[in-house]
T-cell receptor, first 113, second 106 residues
Framework: DAGVIQSPRHEVTEMGQEVTLRCKPISGHNSLFWYRQTMMRGLELLIYFNNNVPIDDSGMPEDRFSAKMPNASFSTLKIQPSEPRDSAVYFC???????????FGEGSRLTVL | DAKTTQPNSMESNEEEPVHLPCNHSTISGTDYIHWYRQLPSQGPEYVIHGLTSNVNNRMASLAIAEDRKSSTLILHRATLRDAAVYYCIPGDKIIFGKGTRLHILP
């Protein structure tokens, strides 16, 4: 298995620009999660999906953030407009439904100047 | 979500066993206890989980107290590669706390 695939691995952008992070979960996994990690706040759960449906988005910081899962093999996390405080490593994870065992991607490191 | 208490950091010698404690006194009766770790510059990695009985897998063992208010992750023979932040996560939602940073001394 290829594991969870995230792109881009690194992105540097300027404040105000739109950022789109992409995730391909492991085939057959029913749940998908987006996390953000910073030195100050640690690992934060932003949103998770079950069977492509958003279940809990209470961790999404504000309206500038949106996430979609149009099908079982693809998800996006969009930030529009981006701000310097959005700089972080964003992780995507997937899991077989209701197992508690999450498989994480390698992360997308975002720097907003 | 149950609150957890873990030491900020621990040290161990290479090739010796390591016992990583976690207190989760507010855990509910049906919450599993999950352990994850994060190696430097990598995403978190699942280690083990359990409900009431002690659990073993190829990576580690999980010892759960009878009252389920605490648990201990046991690495039987630590290697340098086990240096990481270890997270104890009770509940059905994987919410990360601050974890324990484990240093392995050669």
């Amino acid at each position: 298995d290829a594991g969870v695939i995230q792109s881009p691995r690194h992105e540097v952008t300027e404040m105000g620009q739109e950022v789109t992070l992409r995730c391909k979960p492991i085939s057959g996994h029913n749940s998908l999660f987006w996390y953000r990690q910073t030195m100050m706040r640690g690992l934060e759960l932003l949103i998770y999906f079950n069977n492509n449906v958003p279940i809990d988005d209470s961790g999404m910081p504000e309206d500038r953030f949106s996430a979609k899962m149009p099908n079982a093999s693809f998800s996006t996390l969009k930030i529009q407009p981006s701000e310097p405080r959005d700089s972080a490593v964003y992780f995507c994870a997937s899991s077989p439904q209701n197992t508690g065992e999450l498989f994480f991607g390698e992360g997308s490191r975002l720097t907003v100047l | 979500d149950a609150k957890t208490t873990q030491p900020n950091s621990m040290e161990s010698n290479e090739e010796e066993p390591v016992h990583l404690p976690c207190n989760h006194s507010t855990i509910s009766g049906t919450d599993y206890i999950h352990w994850y770790r994060q190696l430097p510059s990598q995403g978190p990695e699942y280690v083990i989980h359990g409900l009431t009985s002690n659990v073993n897998n190829r990576m580690a063992s999980l010892a759960i107290a009878e009252d389920r208010k605490s648990s201990t992750l046991i690495l039987h023979r630590a290697t340098l590669r086990d240096a990481a932040v270890y997270y104890c996560i009770p509940g059905d939602k994987i919410i990360f706390g601050k974890g324990t940073r484990l240093h392995i001394l050669p």
